[in-house]
């Protein structure tokens, strides 16, 4: 069945280092890669994506490119800030509706 | 416009209780969707329901777990009897349709002692 594995945690930074979690997948077909964020005391949000090879989501200055021949979809950020402290999950969502996750990865950011 | 919402934040029960989790979703959203963390694990996937209609239940892990969504709007998750392995937090998400984006709420965390 379709799979997401995800850089365990938990990862401490200092403000403006390089974060990069890593992302790889197991799935049938072209399936759509996703990052979620989960702020403290916040719900899921959905922080970038991409629906075929190649393409690169980037949001918020987090960028993560579709790898097919790799099967993965990394996550990175050139520099860092205290905000972006939260829980990060991988996810994929073949042709259907339902996603599935990665274990998540903390990430935690130092002044 | 309000987001996905679900009560309570925290819930801690007995082994052997019952506990009902209430989600919100968007107003208008006919896609619901439960699932769950269990462990500090992987998110997975428990049911999906379209209006009122159960569509897809293949994640639920047995059948103490009860989803309902009656009238379409809010859904329950009941958990009866509750085991310690139940512990984790249940999410709930919404979306427009079924291949859209899904609203995640901010979770319930089920404590079973």
């Known amino acids: 069945g379709d799979s997401v594995t995800q850089m365990e945690g938990p990862v401490t930074l200092s403000e403006e280092a390089f974060l990069t979690i890593n992302c790889t997948y197991t799935a049938t077909g072209y399936p759509s890669l996703f990052w979620y964020v989960q702020y403290p005391g916040e719900g899921l949000q959905l922080l970038l994506k991409a629906t075929k090879a190649d393409d690169k989501g980037s949001n918020k200055g987090f960028e993560a490119t579709y790898r097919k021949e790799t099967t993965s979809f990394h996550l990175e950020k050139g520099s860092v800030q205290v905000s972006d402290s939260a829980v990060y999950f991988c996810?994929?969502?073949?042709?259907?509706?339902?996603?599935?996750f990665g274990a998540g990865t903390t990430v935690t950011v130092r002044a | 416009e309000a987001g996905v919402t679900q009560f309570p934040s925290h819930s801690v029960i007995e082994k052997g209780q019952t506990v009902t989790l209430r989600c919100d979703p968007i107003?208008?959203?006919?896609?619901l969707y439960w699932y769950r963390r269990v462990m500090g694990k992987e998110i997975k996937f428990l049911l999906h329901?379209?209006?009122?209609?159960?569509?897809?239940e293949s994640g639920m892990p047995n059948n103490r777990f009860l989803a309902e969504r009656t009238g379409g709007t809010y859904s329950t998750l009941k958990v009866q009897p509750a085991e310690l392995e139940d512990s984790g937090v249940y999410f709930c998400?919404?979306?427009?349709?079924?291949?859209?984006?899904?609203?995640f709420g901010p979770g319930t965390r089920l404590t079973v002692l």
């Open positions: 998400a919404s979306s427009q349709d079924s291949t859209g984006k899904q609203f």
């Open positions: 996810a994929l969502r073949p042709n259907d509706y339902k996603l599935s």
């Open positions: 107003s208008g959203h006919d896609n």
């Open positions: 329901f379209v209006k009122e209609s159960k569509q897809d």
